[in-house]
Nanobody, 124 residues
């Protein structure tokens, strides 16, 4: 049974930092591209960042470039999202997702498995 479990969310002031983690089990982690998505209240879920399965190529939404960094540790079956210079508009539930043999694309339909999400709240 595949499980993706996010952690590290919380309440932070604008300009602060958080690091999200997503621990994967039940799959061969190194075969999967990993993505982070978010959903703010009243809005649709949107792409944040992704990292490919093989070369570790990364991609980001324009709104987070230069502030958020995705990385992975295949030995720990974990993907991370380092979030710096946070803004109130980053407030959302953050989800990680896994895409077998993926190149780390923004298209949500490409992802096979999803976590339950972790809440990030940025106060002004």
């Amino acid at each position: 049974q595949v499980q993706l479990v996010e952690s590290g969310g919380g309440l932070v002031q604008a300009g602060g930092s958080l690091r999200l983690s997503c621990a994967a089990s039940g799959l061969t982690f190194g075969y999967y591209a990993m993505g982070w998505f978010r959903q703010a209240p009243g809005k649709e879920r949107e792409f944040v960042a992704a990292i490919s399965w093989r070369a570790g190529t990364t991609s980001y939404a324009d709104s987070v470039k230069g502030r958020l960094t995705i990385s992975r540790d295949n030995a720990k079956n974990t993907v991370y999202l380092q979030m710096n210079s946070l803004k109130p508009e980053d407030t959302a539930v953050y989800y990680c997702a896994a895409d077998k043999w993926g190149q780390g694309v923004p298209r949500q339909e490409s992802y096979d498995y999803w976590g339950q999400g972790t809440q990030v709240t940025v106060s002004s």
